[in-house]
């Protein structure tokens, strides 16, 4: 039955996440110190790459801002993405039976973009952070 508690509830994005993403988009750029040299990019610059993807690939089901429509929440409180445990077990569910009808037609690096983009909008890591996409397994979902 889990899987109906979304389709159960109103449609709109939650108060808060709405907020969040307002005061996002009206922020100025925070600086961000540049990873160090021989690092790769930032989860932010990663995430900005995956929002593009999403609106692309994911937002006709899951919604622009991840609330689900005809699929489930994937951003905001009503989203579990601790079910997947760790980043890396989002990344191997979404690489693999994400989207629905074309599950894994993207290129690996879209889908290491889109987990960026989930796991910054999820609050689960900084912007700043240096990402590493070996590493995701280290990476708890844990709420
Ligand atoms: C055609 C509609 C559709 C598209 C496009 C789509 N999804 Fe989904 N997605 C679903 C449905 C339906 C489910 C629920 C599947 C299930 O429960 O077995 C789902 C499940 C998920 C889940 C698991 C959520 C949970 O709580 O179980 C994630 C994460 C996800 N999708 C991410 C994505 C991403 C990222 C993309 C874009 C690459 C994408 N989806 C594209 C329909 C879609």
Redo the contacts with the bound molecule.
Sequence with gaps: MK?LRWLLRPLSPSPSLSLALLIGACAPAAPVAPPPAGTGPTLGQLADAGEKV?AR??A???GETGQGI???P?IGQN???E?FNTAQG?LD??GGL????TPGS?PKEEYVQ?VAFLLLQNKYAAAGAAFDSNKLSQISLAR
């Design positions: 899987r999403f690939a994911c006709s089901c899951h005809t699929g489930p994937v989203a579990h993405l079910l989002l569910y979404v994400m989207p629905l009808y993207l889109i």
